[in-house]
C-alpha cells in the first residue's frame, strides 16, 4: 500500500519556494495516492515561538494549504500537537537514533550557527520526530524540497535499526518524492541562499499572500548578471540567480528549464522578468484569495484540523501499540 505524509512547519509565510518545491507536489499526489498532511507545531518550538503567533500561523498556513487544493476531505490535515502519537514515536526513536547520525544533519548546523550549546535540545533532535511523523503512519513516500532529503537518509536509517534491534519488519523504508523544476528555490536577492521564511529581507521571497503589485516589484528587483538568457541549460551552471528565474519560470509553466532557455534564448531579462511576472500572479492570486476567504472564517479552519486530528489519531493508534508490543512495554 502506497500512503504519502508531508509536513510544513507554522513559522510565518508560506512562500513560492515552499510552494513549488513541496505543496504542489502535495496537491498532484492526491489524485492517486492517500495523503496525510501535516501542520508541524511540535517542530516549530525547537525554536522559540510567542503564544498567539504560532496559534496564527498554524490557522494560516493550514488555510494556505486548502487554498493551494489540499483536499482535507478524502485526504487528511491536522496540526500536529493534537495528535500525541507523534511525541510518543519520538521518545523511542531518540532511543534508536545515534548521536554520530544526528551530528552529521547539516540543517542543524545552519540553524544551530554558532551558538551550538544554545540550541535546544529540540533543535537537535528534530529529524527523530520528524521520522516519527512519518512512520506513525508507515507512511511510504514523503514530497517534499531537496533541502529535507538528508532528514529522510535518517528516517531510513531510523526504520532499518529499529527493524533489525527488534527482529520485525515493522516500518517501510520509507522514499523521498522530490520532483518537478524547482526543488530549491533560492533567494530573489542571492542565487546562492535558499528562499526561506526567516530571510530578514522580504524582497528575498515572494509569499503566497503578496498582491500582485509587489510579486511585480519583487520579480523587477531580483537580482541576476549582465547577460541575456542563454540558449541551453549547461550556460546557466555558473550564474545562479539566472539560474533560479529560470528554473522558477520552468516549474510555474510545467516546462523543462531546457525549452525555456530554447524559447527566450537571447532575450534580456528585463523581458523575461515580465513574463515570469505574469506566470507568477496568475497562478498565486486565485490562492492568495482563497486563503483570504478562509481567514475570514477561522472557526472552518479549526473544523478542518480537528476532523483532520482524529482521523490521525486513529490511524496512528494501532502502530503504537504495535510498537510498544514490540520494545516490550507491558500494556495494562
Ligand atoms: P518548511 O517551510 O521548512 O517547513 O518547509 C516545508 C516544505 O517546503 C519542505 O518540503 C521543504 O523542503 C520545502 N521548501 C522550503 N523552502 C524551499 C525552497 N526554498 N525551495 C524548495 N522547497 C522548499
Ligand atoms: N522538516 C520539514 C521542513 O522543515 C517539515 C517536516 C516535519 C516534515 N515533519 C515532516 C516533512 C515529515 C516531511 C515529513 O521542511
Known amino acids: 500500500m502506497n500512503r504519502v505524509f508531508s509536513g510544513v512547519q507554522p513559522t510565518g509565510n508560506l512562500h ?3 510552494y513549488l518545491g513541496a505543496i504542489r507536489n502535495w496537491v498532484t499526489l492526491q489524485a492517486d495516492h492517500e495523503c496525510i498532511y501535516c501542520v508541524v507545531d511540535l517542530h516549530a518550538i525547537t525554536v522559540a515561538q510567542d503564544p498567539a503567533e504560532l496559534r496564527a500561523s498554524t490557522r494560516e498556513v493550514a488555510a494556505s494549504l486548502l487554498a493551494a487544493g489540499i483536499d482535507a476531505k478524502t485526504g487528511i490535515l491536522f496540526n500536529q500537537s493534537q495528535v500525541s502519537a507523534h511525541a510518543e514515536l519520538a521518545w523511542i526513536f531518540n532511543c534508536v537514533a545515534r548521536l554520530g547520525w544526528l551530528n552529521r544533519m547539516t540543517q542543524f548546523k545552519e540553524k544551530a550557527g554558532k551558538h551550538r550549546e544554545n540550541a535546544s535540545v529540540g533543535l537537535y533532535a528534530y529529524p527523530n520526530l520528524m521520522a516519527a511523523d512519518i512512520l506513525t503512519y508507515k507512511a511510504t513516500h514523503v514530497p517534499v524540497g531537496e533541502d529535507q532529503k538528508q532528514h529522510l537518509e535518517l528516517c531510513r536509517d531510523i526504520a532499518q535499526a529499529f527493524n533489525s534491534q527488534y527482529g520485525v519488519d515493522c516500518f517501510p523504508l520509507t522514499e523521498p518524492l522530490i520532483f518537478g523544476e524547482a526543488t530549491r528555490v533560492m533567494s530573489l536577492r542571492d542565487g546562492t541562499a535558499k528562499m526561506s521564511k526567516s530571510d530578514p529581507s522580504d524582497y528575498a521571497r515572494i509569499n503566497l499572500t503578496d498582491p500582485p503589485d509587489l510579486i511585480v516589484k519583487k520579480i523587477r528587483r531580483a537580482r541576476t548578471d549582465p ?47 515580465e513574463k515570469l511576472a505574469e506566470l507568477a500572479i496568475a497562478e498565486l492570486t486565485p490562492i492568495t484569495a482563497e486563503m483570504q476567504r478562509l481567514m475570514d472564517d477561522p472557526a472552518y479552519v479549526e473544523s478542518v484540523l480537528h476532523d483532520g486530528a482524529e482521523r490521525a489519531r486513529n490511524l496512528s493508534e494501532p502502530v503504537i501499540r504495535e510498537v510498544q508490543e514490540v520494545v516490550g512495554f507491558l500494556i495494562a
Do not use: H, Y
Request: charged share 25%; glycine share 6%; aromatic share 8%.
Open 16 to 18: 513560492l519556494g515552499n
Open 227 to 273: 547577460d541575456p538568457l542563454p540558449s541551453t541549460p549547461d550556460e546557466l551552471e555558473s550564474r545562479p540567480e539566472a539560474a533560479n528565474l529560470v528554473g522558477i519560470f520552468a516549474a510555474l509553466c510545467s516546462e523543462s528549464v531546457e525549452a525555456v532557455c530554447r524559447r527566450f534564448d537571447g532575450a534580456q531579462f528585463s523581458t523575461f522578468k
